[in-house]
């Protein structure tokens, strides 16, 4: 080639590229969690088939669930005529939407995060900061965060003078909401008894999924008369709630157990030790009731 030749190099224009080639999903409750599933191919199928290019291994997740597009607006998601439906924030996804940072995918019983924008490594080191101390399904504070607040507001306690006291809550029957009605509804009965719950929570109060269908109050500065107050108000609004899962009512009790620190608790585990016991006397003397 002749060395006054013009060299042409095709470049091509950044409006033609999709604005969100940096994309990602991040599973935040459900199998591999805290994976991320970054979005680089225009077209990406998420499913229970394994030539998925996100495969979800799910009874209740349909062999191809849902397509996400790159496109020059951003990340699109349609579902794909899935029998469980695909969701974003809880809201069916009925024809092909945007999605937007920080929007909450649901596939089955898997819950992904959608990030995009600038420094997506750092958002995604945020995201996994947050898991170690939130339930991905509740959007509570999970078991980690607990037994780490509750000993520090032990040795409050103590150092003080003040009072501290716990309630332990559990769904009643959990396991026969999953069995009639389907760990879907089970899903959805947990998150909503959340939300619920979250309204008569202090600022300065931990609530926290403990494990399961076991939710935990730590209450600062409350005594037991204070705590078996807030304990069957929160009683007595579960009982009263509505809860529903595909047009379909479930009946939804729970039992609490409420303990105070007392000079015999050596540790955090003695008081919820003690607040377990009163929720089994709960649960034996008939549910949907307060022991403590």
């Known amino acids: ?29 459900g199998m591999d969690l ?31 669930h849902a397509q996400l597009t ?9 579902d794909l005529g899935s029998t469980n439906g695909t969701f974003v924030n809880d809201l069916v996804v009925e024809q092909v939407q945007e999605l937007c940072n920080g929007d909450l995918v649901k ?46 507001e032990l040795s409050r306690s103590r150092r003080y003078e003040r009072v501290l006291s716990l309630v332990m809550m559990d769904i009643d029957h959990f396991k026969q909401i999953n069995d009639q009605y ?17 309204t008569r929570i202090r600022r300065e109060d931990v609530f926290a999924r403990y494990g399961g269908e076991e939710f935990g109050v730590i209450l600062p500065e409350i005594d037991l008369k204070g705590a ?14 509505l809860f529903t899962f595909d047009k379909t009512s479930i009946p939804v009790t729970v039992s609490l157990g409420v303990a105070t620190l007392e000079a015999e608790h050596r540790a955090a585990a003695d008081l919820v030790s003690a607040a377990d016991e009163k929720l089994y006397e709960a649960k034996t003397a008939g549910r949907n009731r307060v022991c403590g």
């Open 34 to 64: 805290g994976r991320k599933y970054d979005l680089k191919q225009d077209e990406i199928i998420i499913g229970r088939s394994s030539k998925a290019e996100i495969c979800v291994d799910e009874d209740s997740v349909s062999r191809n």
């Open 107 to 152: 596939i089955g019983r898997t819950i992904f995060k959608f990030i995009a924008g600038g420094n997506i490594e750092a958002a995604y080191h945020d995201e996994i900061y947050k898991l170690t101390t939130m339930d991905g399904l509740t959007q509570i504070h999970n078991r980690r965060y607990f037994d780490e607040q509750i000993d520090r």
């Open 70 to 78: 790159n496109t020059k607006r951003g990340v699109l998601i349609q």
């Open 228 to 241: 078996r107050l807030f304990a069957e108000k929160v009683r007595h609004l579960v009982s009263k709630q």
């Open 182 to 198: 389907g760990h879907l509804a089970g899903d959805h009965v947990l998150k909503q008894l959340a939300s619920v719950v979250s």
């Open 1 to 29: 080639m002749a060395q006054d030749e013009t060299v042409v190099t095709a470049i091509s224009k950044i409006s033609d590229r999709p604005l969100n080639m940096d994309a990602a999903l991040v599973v935040i409750y």
